[in-house]
């Protein structure tokens, strides 16, 4: 109230001030103390109402107030102050309603962190009302934008409008950023990042420094954020961009930068020397006062690297990115081309004396003549016939500029097109958008142009959006629902949009009108406006004005001087075709894809001299630059229309760009211009809650008896609830937010009782169940006692009759202990005799050994005599005639005596040992003997022997055995250096025409069976010496017949031998003992010759062997025999057999069939057409069963020979010698099926437990 001693806002020397009314006159005037200066002011109150406004309250006008609403007196200076109070402090955000005023700090603020952001989507999330807990921010705008399009469906839009330098692109960006975070459910979103990710670009590319703002944009931008409708996740992007100003980049005003781009390239030290960038470039150094670093204190060097990731991040390659910088080069190489006059002429050519030509003809991959005729030359038509003209070095300048305006704007355009398509959305989705208005603010500078009047009119139309939202659409409304209301007055800018838009006598109609004259110029436009604009209020033209070739608009922010020169020239940006022809000539890839759709504004380039412009090519080519901007904001405009609008308006309270600093001219300024005294009085007069009465009635239907939707019935329920004058229109109801508030918790209570009932009769019905579970659990408890006592009963009386039995069982079985201990005292009496019986065996054994060797020695003395005799007979013999010889003794006998052989294999015998000579009576015959237990046969059916003899001493003796090759069932039976005695009973003697070899070939030629007698070198045949390990295996290659072994090897650096690292099932599967073979096994031998520790000659000896190859293998750790029956519980089948079957695991087995009987033998050869047996592994068992035999095949052939007669239930323990256990079944059916025939097969004969003991031989 106006009253003495009341502080006031005085409106003094230009500005608010505070001061304290001293006295009030009957006249109305009022005497003022100012607080600040010791001044006295008087104001007329009756004359000057907006002079003079009654303070706030102290708390309100020292701290300010988070809504500009809620201000006791509403006026300008209370608003300024509390703007003013705020930002001092670090406030930065002010609600004016539902629009947010953001002042911009010229300083980094801790608004914006993550914990911030997690606050505002927590209370988004949680509380709708939200705004009235947490400070003013604009992450509430974005949330709200966001929340609203998922529970609406509708799409919306935030404009974000305020004057260059404002702050208005990085509230963009920080809206971006919260609606990437409130809506991605995944940190690793890549949609989110590419998004992101895209500003760092478009501020490279279109962003420069103007004398206002360090980072001004010079396009404006609309970004679509698309949003899944399911699931409200961020699913893609689109941006559109507007009137680029492409005049900044070949000149630009003083203390101004080009794009930003252009000094961060420079900036980089990769780039300099690659891209000729260590000079001075002519774009760059324009204006007289060039600075080439930004006020903010951005390094171009760091941002350069911003930049780079930023493209990688949307998917350029290294590629794009190199041709992208690469253009941008060629722009700076193409400003600093000369222009040097054809002596004699108006013509000029280019300069060739320096390396700049040679630079930017590199990067734009066109050669110099080429550029040359495109920039100098160009061609007209005249009569019929088309003349090329050469151009003055003025207009090949021109032509020049306009080349690199046009190759960067559609650089710029290429860029925003790999945005929008590296973060499209899927278009199987259905999508709710929020746009994003970033477009530039209203610009005033020294020298203004076409460019800043087509920004002022983009802001002018913007305002007028504005206007139209906040304040008529609001007003008619409440008109329409015929609520009582009072109008607000607000400032209306429509006659300075029908300034520009009137036709035909508008500032676009006429400056396109003097576009299509002929020789219209800028000195003729400027007239045409004076002469049909002077009366529009906003337009002006002074005489002066006129004499300088400018005119005034006032705007709705302040007038501004335009400048006419070269609005023409901008407006058509004609340029001749052959200016930029030669740029589809270029082996630029990039220059290529940009220049394929050139902007409709260029002429296109002409492919041919006879080729003629359509009437559709001539229209697009007629098109004016005003005419497309006005197309593109139209359709900005009708999309906003669409979409429910949000605002924020940014304040610069300074152009100094300082902290802290309040301009308080220029605050002022900016408020009124955005109309926000007028905005907040119509928030405080209108209703923010709206909504219809039937989905008023639908949401609150608990809070009242009645669910009619009718008018009346609607403002008696609110009169139920305490509001006095309900405002119900015809269609809506209106009220604040307090009273939704209390409705909504009204509604939540109601919902808590009814709850809360629920959960009793709910209690109730559990507990009825409960209850009746429990009787009938009783009732069945009672049941399962009687029969337990039933059962308990019955047990004592079968524990009765079993003890009875018990006993009866006990005493037969003291009877049998008694009758098993005299069997066992009689067995052990018998074991007894038998031991002495055996001692007394070996005594006489040992006897006999004594005998025979007194023996041998007296009948080597016998022939040592005989050996002296003959040698004497022999020396008579030589002295004696071959008649008398011949005569007396008759023919000489064909074959050497037998005596002298046997002489001189016992003479040798004698050299080595007495123990190891033969007698020479048993070589011929006493050997021959079958009852003598030195001698033994075995029997060679058919396939491979396996054994090697060698002559010793005259004797043909086994050298080695070949175990795991051969298919003799005797082959256990023979041992090393057992002595060849005879074949089919044919004796085996060396001598004259009987050599080794014939001796070999009779063997190897002989009808088969085979009888071999031998005679072995050791007392016991259960002492044999044998030529492999229990874990080694033999392999025969022949490579003659098998060109490929199959096996691949590596060496084992550990075990120094060659290992198998990979086996080729497709090769090699007939090779003898190639099926033995596993990956992992150690080749150990070849031929004999040991390869361990023969790393560098091993690859050698393998290839070298000759045609037939011997290779010995050792089994590996991973395939022994404790490992070939593990179980998948990890035990082991052997152990299993041991515990079911009641025998232990066979290790060993005698092979010869005379001293084991569980052992046949089966051979499958070529001949037979099958196996004739049925295998099956039974439970607990490792070997193969035979559960039937066929009357056919193998087994059927040989079922009448000895030991060969197959049965049900034997068991199949080796193929060819080798026990199955070690190799497998896998090996041993690959034996069957693939390897060599014939197969012998082995079987074991099932017997008790009690008869399988462990024999010497091993499998």
């Not at 800028?522 to 529009?536: E, F, I, P, R």
């Not at 005989?866 to 022999?874: D, F, G, S, Y």
């Not at 075995?938 to 795991?964: K, P, S, Y």
Request: one cysteine or more; a positive charge; hydrophobic letters at 35%.
């Amino acid at each position: 109230m106006m009253e003495e001693g009341a502080p006031v806002w005085v409106m003094h020397a230009a500005r608010w001030n505070v001061a304290v009314i001293q006295s009030i006159s009957q006249h109305g005037t009022i005497s003022c103390c100012l607080v600040d200066t010791p001044a006295l002011v008087e104001v007329d109150a009756t004359a000057r109402k907006d002079n003079i406004h009654p303070c706030n309250p102290v708390e309100q006008h020292r701290s300010g107030v988070d809504d500009l609403t809620t201000l006791v007196h509403l006026h300008e200076p209370a608003i300024l102050n509390t703007l003013r109070v705020r930002y001092r402090n670090d406030q930065i955000y002010t609600r004016a309603g539902t629009i947010l005023v953001a002042v911009n700090p010229f300083q980094s603020l801790d608004l914006y962190d993550d914990a911030t952001q997690r606050r505002y989507i927590h209370a988004g999330r949680t509380r709708r009302d939200g705004d009235s807990v947490l400070a003013p921010h604009v992450f509430q705008v974005a949330d709200r934008a966001y929340h609203e399009m998922l529970s609406t469906r509708h799409n919306q839009s935030i404009l974000v409008s305020g004057e260059s330098g404002a702050g208005k692109t990085e509230t963009t960006k920080l809206i971006m950023t919260y609606l990437a975070s409130v809506s991605s459910s995944r940190a690793d979103n890549a949609v989110r990042d590419r998004i992101l990710e895209s500003t760092p670009i478009l501020e490279a590319f279109g962003n420069a420094m103007t004398t206002r703002n360090s980072n001004s944009s010079r396009f404006g931008k609309f970004i679509r954020l698309g949003f899944d409708a399911a699931s409200g996740e961020l699913v893609g992007a689109s941006i559109a961009t507007y009137l680029l100003e492409r005049v900044r980049l070949i000149s630009h005003g003083v203390g101004e930068r080009n794009y930003h781009i252009f000094y961060e390239l420079c900036a980089s030290p990769a780039s300099k020397s690659l891209l000729g960038l260590d000079r001075s470039f002519a774009y760059l150094e324009s204006s007289i006062m060039g600075h080439r670093s930004r006020r903010d204190g951005v390094d171009d060097a760091a941002q350069f690297e911003v930049t780079h990731h930023a493209m990688t991040t949307i998917g350029l390659s290294n590629h794009n990115i190199a041709s992208v910088l690469q253009v941008v080069a060629a722009v700076l190489h193409l400003g600093n081309l000369e222009f040097v006059p054809v002596q004699g002429g108006t013509s000029c050519r280019l300069s060739y004396d320096d390396d700049t030509t040679r630079f930017c003809s590199s990067l734009l991959g066109i050669a110099y003549d080429h550029m040359q005729e495109a920039l100098t030359t160009r061609r007209i038509k005249a009569g019929g016939d088309i003349v090329t003209v050469g151009l003055s070095p003025d207009a090949a300048a021109h032509s020049r500029d306009v080349v690199a305006k046009s190759m960067y704007a559609r650089l710029f355009e290429w860029l925003v097109g790999r945005i929008n398509a590296a973060t499209s959305s899927p278009t199987t989705l259905t999508l709710h958008l929020i746009g994003v208005v970033d477009i530039f603010g209203f610009e005033s500078f020294a020298t203004n142009s076409l460019e800043q009047l087509c920004i002022n009119y983009a802001n002018e139309k913007l305002q007028q959006l504005f206007t139209k939202y906040v304040f008529e659409l609001e007003q008619r409304e409440y008109v329409a629902e015929g609520i009582p209301w009072t109008l607000v007055a607000y400032p209306n800018n429509d006659a300075c949009v029908t300034l520009f838009e009137s036709r035909p006598h508008g500032l676009f109609s006429l400056l396109d009108e003097q576009c299509m004259i002929p020789r219209g110029n800028d000195k003729q436009l400027l007239a045409t406006m004076h002469g049909k604009l002077s009366s529009a209020p906003p337009f002006t033209s002074s005489r002066a004005q006129l004499g300088k070739g400018q005119f005034t608009v006032c705007h709705y922010a302040g007038p501004v001087v335009y400048s006419t020169d070269g609005f023409c020239d901008k407006n058509k940006d004609n340029v001749h075709p052959e200016a930029l022809e030669f740029l589809n000539l270029s082996s630029h890839d990039l220059l290529h894809t940009t220049n394929e759709s050139p902007p409709p504004h260029h002429h296109h380039p002409r492919h041919a001299k006879s080729r003629r412009v359509s009437a559709k090519e001539r229209g697009q080519a007629s098109t004016s630059c005003i005419q497309k901007f006005q197309g593109q904001l139209k359709a900005l405009l009708g999309e906003l229309d669409t979409s429910e609008l949000h605002f924020i308006r940014c304040i610069k309270p300074n152009d100094l760009g300082r902290p802290h600093v309040v301009d308080d001219a220029r605050f002022l300024d900016q408020l009124r211009c955005s109309g926000l005294l007028e905005v907040t009085e119509l928030t405080r007069l209108r209703h923010p809650v709206r909504m219809s009465h039937s989905h008023f009635v639908e949401q609150f239907r608990c809070l009242f008896p009645t669910t009619s939707t009718d008018r009346n019935d609607v403002a008696r329920m609110l009169r139920h609830w305490g509001v006095a004058s309900p405002v119900v229109g015809v269609s809506k109801v209106y009220f604040d937010h307090a009273l939704l508030t209390h409705l909504l918790q009204a509604r939540e209570l109601r919902v808590r009782v009814a709850v809360r009932t629920l959960h009793r009769f709910a209690a109730a019905l559990a507990h009825r169940r409960q209850t009746l579970r429990r009787l009938r659990l009783q009732a069945a408890t009672r049941t399962v006692c009687r029969a337990m006592l039933d059962t308990i009963h019955h047990r004592r009386t079968v524990r009765v009759v079993q003890a009875a039995h018990a006993q009866r069982v006990i005493a037969w079985a003291w009877k049998c202990y008694r009758h098993a201990m005299h069997h066992k005292r009689y067995m052990e009496a018998a074991e007894h005799n038998a031991r002495q019986e055996q001692r007394v065996m070996v005594a006489c054994h040992a006897l006999q050994t004594w005998v025979r060797r007194c023996q041998l020695r007296q009948a080597l003395v016998r022939h040592a005599r005989q050996l002296t005799t003959a040698t004497t007979a022999t020396t008579v013999m030589s002295s004696t005639r071959p008649s008398d010889y011949l005569r007396d003794f008759g023919t000489p006998p064909r074959h050497p005596l037998p005596y002298v052989n046997t002489l001189v294999s016992t003479k040798n015998s004698i050299m080595s040992h007495w123990d190891v000579a033969r007698d020479t009576s048993s070589t011929s015959s006493s050997s021959m003997d079958a009852g003598d237990d030195s001698t033994y046969e075995i029997t060679w059916e058919c396939g491979m022997l396996g054994i090697h003899f060698n002559v010793d001493a005259g004797q043909v003796v086994v050298q080695r055995l070949h175990v795991t090759l051969s298919t003799c069932i005797d082959i256990f039976a023979v041992s090393v250096g057992d002595v060849l005695l005879a074949v089919n009973n044919v004796p085996v003697i060396l001598h004259g025409s009987t050599t080794y070899a014939s001796v070999m070939r009779y063997v190897a030629q002989a009808p088969k069976p085979v009888v071999l007698q031998l005679k072995r070198a050791r007392p016991s045949p259960h002492h044999v010496a044998v030529s492999l390990q229990s874990d080694e295996y033999e392999l025969l290659w022949g490579r003659k017949a098998h060109p490929s072994l199959g096996i691949e090897f590596k060496w084992d650096s550990i075990n120094q031998v060659p290992v198998v690292v990979h086996l080729h099932t497709q090769v090699g599967q007939t090779i003898p003992g190639r099926t033995s073979v596993c990956v992992g096994d150690w080749l150990t031998h070849v031929q004999d010759d040991s390869l361990r520790q023969k790393h560098s000659t091993w690859t050698a000896k393998l290839q070298g062997g000759g045609q037939t190859v011997l290779l010995r293998f050792q089994r590996a750790g991973a395939n022994a025999r404790n490992n070939a029956d593990v179980l998948a519980h990890g035990g082991r089948l052997s152990d299993v057999e041991a515990a079911c079957c009641g025998f232990d695991e066979v290790q060993r087995w005698s092979w010869n069939p005379k001293h084991d009987d569980t052992l046949h033998h089966l051979l499958y050869t070529d001949d037979d057409a099958s196996l004739g047996l049925v295998l099956k592994q039974p439970a607990y068992r490792f070997y193969l069963e035979v559960s039937d035999v066929k009357a056919e095949g193998a087994v059927h052939r040989q079922r009448h020979q000895p030991r060969r007669r197959i049965l049900r239930g034997d068991q199949l323990v080796c193929v060819n010698h080798q026990n199955i256990r070690v190799i497998g079944h896998s090996s041993a059916l690959a034996q069957l099926k693939h390897g060599p025939k014939p197969v012998l097969l082995t079987f074991r004969r099932s017997k008790p437990a009690c008869n399988m003991y462990p024999t010497s031989q091993s499998c």
